[in-house]
């Protein structure tokens, strides 16, 4: 049995995980979750919690918010400290701006979780269409919810409905790719 270990920024990624990865991981994989207090966190204590997990067969993931950012030298200093730890093969994914980028890339979603309708035909609109360009995606969020949405509750209840197929985010893409990727068995030659 593999396990899935997600070193993750804060505690709402654990709540959207916790939804959405059963619906996409295939069986005999589980999921356990290391929540930071922020980045800074995540950055200070990453090696030593990677260096300290002994569970056999697991694998890694780092999942970070890009915020302002350069998101090649997020990348790069979280490989080095995955190196460190000795787990060069963690995969490192980066939420392009943060993680409500992901949920405004499946407005139908949002619309479904909020009970507001009109939100789903909002995806076509060129703002919405490459959701990863936004700055501010939880003001948006809030802004287009009529102020409902909040952080981990939102997470915890957008999880179980995110849909990979219709999401308009390329980060999301790339993350659900490489988680997949990730757990699949590999090719013997």
């Known amino acids: 049995m593999k396990t899935l270990v997600f070193f993750l920024e804060e505690s709402s990624a ?46 890694f993931v780092v999942l970070r918010d890009q915020d302002q950012g350069d998101c090649k030298k997020i990348k790069a200093s979280l490989q080095e400290r995955c190196r460190n730890a000795g787990k060069p093969h963690a995969l490192i994914r980066i939420a392009c701006r943060e993680l409500e980028n992901w949920y405004l890339g499946d407005l139908k979603a949002v619309a479904e979780v909020y009970s507001i309708t009109s939100l789903a035909q909002m995806q076509q609109k060129t703002k919405f269409r490459e959701p990863d360009l936004l700055h501010n995606a939880a003001q948006e969020l809030r802004n287009l919810t009529q102020k409902k949405y909040q952080k981990v509750a ?36």
Do not use: A, M, Y
């Open 154 to 189: 939102g997470s915890r209840l957008l999880g179980p409905v995110i849909s990979i197929e219709r999401n308009k985010s390329h980060s999301f893409q790339v993350f659900c790719r490489g988680v997949l990727e990730l757990v699949q068995p590999q090719e013997s030659h």
């Open 14 to 59: 654990q709540e959207f995980l916790t939804g959405f990865l059963p619906r996409i991981l295939p069986e005999g994989v589980t999921s356990r979750f290391i929540p930071f207090e922020g980045k800074q966190d995540l950055d200070k204590q990453l090696e030593r919690r990677i260096r300290g997990w002994n569970t056999p067969d697991s694998l």
